[in-house]
């Protein structure tokens, strides 16, 4: 096998998800790719919790579609996750004997053609004196069965275990054995195994998206973060308390959302890069604070990590639905950039440019992460850092202090930005409305011109071309547009498609507001049929398209509410439905709906 997707699912403290992340560092070790995401249910203790792993010997995009292999500890907790873990007669379904029900009794929609009932807890217990390391014991039968690296794994379990001493690790390493000479005594029909990594002992990182936000906030020179514990942005936040001193830098985890914030847009006032990190309820609440950023004009990045909403909503699955809330959020006519990454790697790239469009265009820059990628471990290729060119913000010349203009209308709208104690720079950066040198105004003349300047100062960012991923055919009939963490579903369905034969080209915004009217006209150009993929309920990109540019005359959406995955299968069949259609109907259409 080239590509492996296996699903666990049990009850918190069942182990699973240290399971998942003992393979995933073993599948690192021996040089695989691999995706890792977890799912729990929002209780703060208890309840249901489950991972899926797809290891694969080449770069995989997305964590995959329906399961290989399927592990329920408990089968409530299993089929809590529904669409999250699909089984399909394919699938080799392994359970808890424990469990009582019978293998032609499983409460799945189809009938597996292969199913293991074993009694793992029981096999724990002989081994360990203690059913919680049953964990142990699946981590052996998926070794013992699909060829999954041995020697990598119990490296792991005694790395993970060692802290605990030496009586723990040798129990864990037991029931390893038992679950592994139990899949050797009782081989699967047909065997499957798991192909050699292609580059064995090539050096990869084992990271997710959260980390390497904070780590390429570094990067990017930020020195300040002001932020508020919230799932599951609140890693970033760990990450930079943990190393930003070792830079001169600082963190305030302050008393709320708003006072994070505020703080956050003080430190940019004071000439510091600086940062802060959020989900949707907190994003509502920085909403003022952002406002304020937007007139004083002062360069700062948010980081909003999407969960499931409204409100409360569902605090430990992806959605992305927070595009409206970014984009149209801020009272007034203001615009702020909304950036998005496709992947965990994706973060760094991502994040250094909100920093340096937040410096240069004197901004507030918004990047809309989610769950998946803030959440998920993947393995991915070192980042590398001459890639990247850093932007600091344009600071006034000895010239422009004299009689220092803050708020200079110039033909660029950029205005030169000093700092306290700044001999000559001193000026006025309130949340009132403002003359050229800051100080308050109630002139609609004036205002008319500040908004003037502070709207069309972006409209070069429109014609960044790089933040724009185009695959495919340049003269497609059809297209295909996808952004955040679905865009590598999309990209891995275009990949199935063409190699069918279909012409089919996909656009994924990285820059997804403001809309960049001629990336999208070019691409439509050749378009008779177009498909917006994404995990909103409402298809939030699909709407925003429709607003700013002409669409093909077929302009669809497949839109989903967060925890109900879009998988890459389907999403190529929608292709084959749409390219049939437009392939039956010589006679071009209208090129643009009216």
Known sequence: MQDLIVGLAGSGGDGVVSAGESLISAAARDGYFAILTKSFGSQIRGGESSCRLRLSTRPVLNPGGALDVAVALNWDDFMRFGGELPVLESTVVIYEEKTGVTPDALPLAVRPKTVRMVPMAAMAKQAVGTELAKNSVVLGLLTGWFGLGQESILAGIRKKFNRKGEAVVQGNERAFAAGFDHAVANPLDPMLCMNPAESPHTRRLL???????????????????????????????QHLQRD????????????????????????????????????????????????????AELPLVCINVQRGGPSTGMPTKPEQADLFAAAFSAHGD?????????????????????????????????????QEIAQRKEIVEPEDPAR???????????????????????PTGISPISHPGMKGGNYLA???????????TASGE??????????????PLKERRDL????????????????????????????????????????????????????????????????VVEQSHQGQLYRMIRMWTDVPAEFTVLARSGANPIWPTEVAESLRVITRRVMADPQPQPAFAQ
């Open 207 to 237: 990271t997710d998206g959260n980390e390497v936000c904070a780590r390429a906030a570094l990067f990017a020179g930020c020195r300040f973060f002001g932020g508020y514990p919230i799932t599951p942005a609140t890693e970033i936040m």
């Open 244 to 295: 930003i001193w070792q830079h001169g830098g600082s963190v305030l985890q302050a008393e709320d959302e708003i006072a994070g914030a505020a703080a956050a847009v003080g430190a940019s006032f004071a000439g510091c890069k600086s940062m802060t990190a959020t989900s949707g309820p907190g994003f509502s609440l920085k909403a003022e604070v952002l406002g304020l950023a937007s007139l």
């Open 334 to 370: 203001t615009v702020r950039p909304v950036l998005a990454p496709i992947s965990v790697a994706d973060m760094f790239g991502i994040t250094v440019e909100a920093f340096n469009i937040a410096e240069h265009y004197q901004t507030p820059v918004i990047v809309l992460s989610d």
């Open 388 to 410: 990247f060119a850093i932007v600091n913000r344009r600071v006034p010349t000895a010239e422009e202090l004299v009689n220092y203009q803050r708020f200079v209308i110039n």
């Open 430 to 440: 309130a949340g009132i409305e403002h003359n050229e040198a800051g100080a308050p």
């Open 446 to 459: 004036m205002h008319a011109r500040m908004n003037d300047k502070r709207m069309h100062k972006l409209d």
């Open 468 to 531: 724009f991923v185009i695959e495919g055919d340049p003269d497609a009939p059809v297209g295909i547009i996808a952004w955040g963490s679905v865009a590598g579903v999309a990209l891995e369905a275009l990949r199935l498609v063409r190699a069918e034969g279909l012409a089919v080209k996909l656009l994924i915004p990285k820059l997804v507001y403001p809309v960049a009217e001629n990336v999208y006209r070019d691409f439509f150009a050749s378009v008779r049929s177009a498909l």
